[in-house]
């Protein structure tokens, strides 16, 4: 079992930053950890994916160059450093972890993420 809890949601005006943290515990350890969002009316989306050994990330390209994930293995965190927000940015953000050996297409798909939580909202406005 892993528990996932997300923090450091707010508002922010277009062009600011927020970072966000997840911090997982639990006696199994994830390989995947990914941020997805979802909209009001939208579909829940992938955003961003970080494997745990290996550090190797993935980004939506809708977010590609704004925004970074890191990990801090150690403290069992993973982080996701939001820049240049724009309004279509806001959303209810939630972290996912996955026990799988995921690849550059199934990172993406929620169906692989078993343990999710409970999420953090991001509004980005003037």
């Known amino acids: 079992q892993v528990q996932v809890v997300e923090s450091g949601g707010g508002l922010v005006q277009p062009g600011g930053s927020l970072r966000l943290s997840c911090a997982a515990s639990?006696?199994?350890?994830?390989?995947?950890t990914s941020w997805f969002r979802q909209a009001p009316g939208k579909e829940r989306e992938f955003v961003a994916a970080?494997?745990?050994?290996?550090?190797?990330?993935y980004y939506a390209d809708s977010v590609k160059g704004r925004f970074t994930i890191s990990g801090d293995n150690g403290k069992n965190t993973v982080y996701l450093q939001m820049n240049s927000l724009k309004p279509e940015d806001t959303a209810v953000y939630y972290c996912?972890?996955?026990?799988?050996?995921?690849?550059?297409?199934?990172?993406?798909?929620?169906?692989?993420?078993?343990?999710w939580g409970q999420g953090t909202q991001v509004t980005v406005s003037s």
């Open positions: 996912a972890a996955s026990v799988f050996n995921l690849g550059i297409t199934s990172v993406q798909a929620k169906i692989n993420y078993g343990y």
């Open positions: 639990g006696r199994t350890l994830s390989s995947y």
């Open positions: 970080i494997a745990r050994s290996a550090g190797s990330t």
